[in-house]
C-alpha cells in the first residue's frame, strides 16, 4: 500500500483506515519478534549436568549461569531463562489495561461515577504515563520543508496499532505547523499522550441550544439562513500544551469532548485510544467544527468561556495519510 494515500477521517474515519488499508500493514521488523524457528536463540539453548549449574546461551549468546534453586523455570535440572524480548512490551500492557479499562462501553457499568471504571481509567493513564516514541520504535521526525501535497505529502499520518470492538489504538504524526482540526468523538472516551515534540489542545464540551438560542446571537461575519441548523454552543474548557513529560489528555463523552490539536515549535506525534472506535453505523461519525470567534482566545488560569460552534465539513486542507506502524506486535 501507498504510505502516502490519503486516508478519509470523517465519514467513519476509523473503520475505513482499518478496513481499507491500515491492517494490511503490519510491523516489518520481524527480527524483533521470537519465533519457533529461533527456539536456540529465543529461549536460548539449554546446557546442564546434574552435578553443575545449568548454563544458558541467551539472547546475543551471551552465556547466564544459575543453579537450580533459582526461581526460573527448571526442568529436568535445566534452567529456561526468558530473554527481554519475550516479555510483554509497554504498549501490549497499554492494549490489555484499554481492553479492561473499556469492555462496557456503551452500558451502564461504565461512567465517570463507575469506582471500577475510575480504577481501571487511572491504571491505564499511569501507563500512559510511561510510553515514549523509542517504546514503539519511532524515531522523532525532522521539520520536512517540503510543501503539504496531495497525495504524496499529507500533513498528518496514522499508524495503526489495533482495533476491536471496545477501543482503537494508533499512533498520529503531525508535521510542522499543521493541526488536526476541531472536531468531536460522539459518546465515546479517549487518551491522548504525545510521544514527541510538543502540541497545543483545546478543549471543549458542547451545550444544549435553548429554544431560539441562534436567532438571537449575533455573529460577525453573519451567519447565513441554512447554516443555523448547524450552530452548537459549547464551553471552551481548556487550551494546554502537551510535550512527552505530561501526562495523557483525557476525554469523556461529557467533558473535552470536542478538541483542536495544534503541533507547536515543530513536528509532533501522539498515542490516541479511543473507545469505542469511530463507527457511522453506529452513530459514532467524526464531525468537525469551526469556532466563531474573531481573533485569539486567550484564557486565564481555570477560566472557561461560551462559544458557539459552527457544523462544517471536514476541510479541504486537511486529510490524514497512512504509514506502518514499526512497533512491537500488540495482540488481544
Not at 155 to 178: D, N, R
Not at 192 to 199: A, M, P, S, T
Not at 302 to 317: A, H
Request: proline content about 9%; hydrophobic content about 35%; some cysteine.
Amino acid at each position: 500500500m501507498d504510505p502516502s494515500a490519503p486516508v478519509n477521517i470523517g465519514n467513519c474515519r476509523w473503520k475505513a483506515a482499518t478496513e481499507d488499508s491500515v491492517p494490511n500493514i503490519r510491523p516489518p521488523c520481524s527480527h524483533l519478534r521470537a519465533t519457533a524457528s529461533e527456539d536456540n536463540t529465543a529461549l536460548g539453548s539449554v546446557q546442564a549436568s546434574p552435578k553443575a549449574p545449568s548454563q544458558t546461551t541467551g539472547v546475543a549468546g551471551a552465556r547466564i549461569t544459575r543453579s537450580c534453586a533459582c526461581s526460573a523455570v527448571c526442568l529436568n535440572k535445566s534452567t529456561i531463562i526468558m530473554p527481554r524480548e519475550n516479555m510483554a512490551s509497554l504498549i501490549q500492557k497499554i492494549a490489555r489495561q484499554a481492553s479492561t479499562t473499556f469492555k462496557n462501553c456503551g452500558s451502564s457499568a461504565i461512567g465517570e461515577n463507575s469506582k471500577g471504571f475510575l480504577e481501571n481509567q487511572a491504571k491505564l493513564r499511569n501507563l500512559l504515563h510511561e510510553i515514549r516514541a523509542e517504546d514503539l520504535n519511532i524515531a522523532p521526525r525532522k521539520l520536512d520543508p517540503s510543501p503539504i501535497s496531495v497525495p504524496h505529502n499529507p500533513p498528518v499520518t496514522y499508524m495503526h496499532i489495533c482495533e476491536t470492538g471496545a477501543f482503537s489504538m494508533g499512533v498520529f504524526l503531525l508535521k510542522g505547523g499543521s493541526s488536526i482540526p476541531l472536531h468531536d468523538h460522539p459518546e465515546m472516551n479517549g487518551m491522548l499522550k504525545v510521544l514527541y515534540g510538543k502540541v497545543s489542545i483545546s478543549c471543549f464540551d458542547k451545550l444544549d441550544n435553548p429554544p431560539d438560542a441562534a436567532s438571537e446571537a449575533q455573529f460577525n461575519p453573519p451567519v447565513l439562513p441554512y447554516q443555523k441548523d448547524a450552530l452548537r454552543r459549547s464551553i471552551l474548557r481548556s487550551i494546554g500544551e502537551y510535550t512527552e513529560h505530561n501526562g495523557p489528555c483525557v476525554l469523556t463523552p461529557k467533558k473535552d469532548n470536542l478538541h483542536q490539536i495544534n503541533a507547536v515549535d515543530g513536528p509532533a506525534a501522539f498515542l490516541d485510544i479511543l473507545a469505542p472506535p469511530y463507527d457511522q453505523d453506529d452513530g459514532r461519525d467524526c464531525h468537525y467544527y469551526k469556532v466563531l470567534e474573531n481573533g485569539d482566545v486567550k484564557l486565564e488560569t481555570g477560566e472557561q468561556k461560551e462559544m458557539w460552534l459552527l457544523e462544517i465539513p471536514q476541510p479541504t486542507d486537511f486529510w490524514c495519510g497512512a504509514e506502518p506502524y514499526p512497533g512491537p506486535q500488540v495482540t488481544l
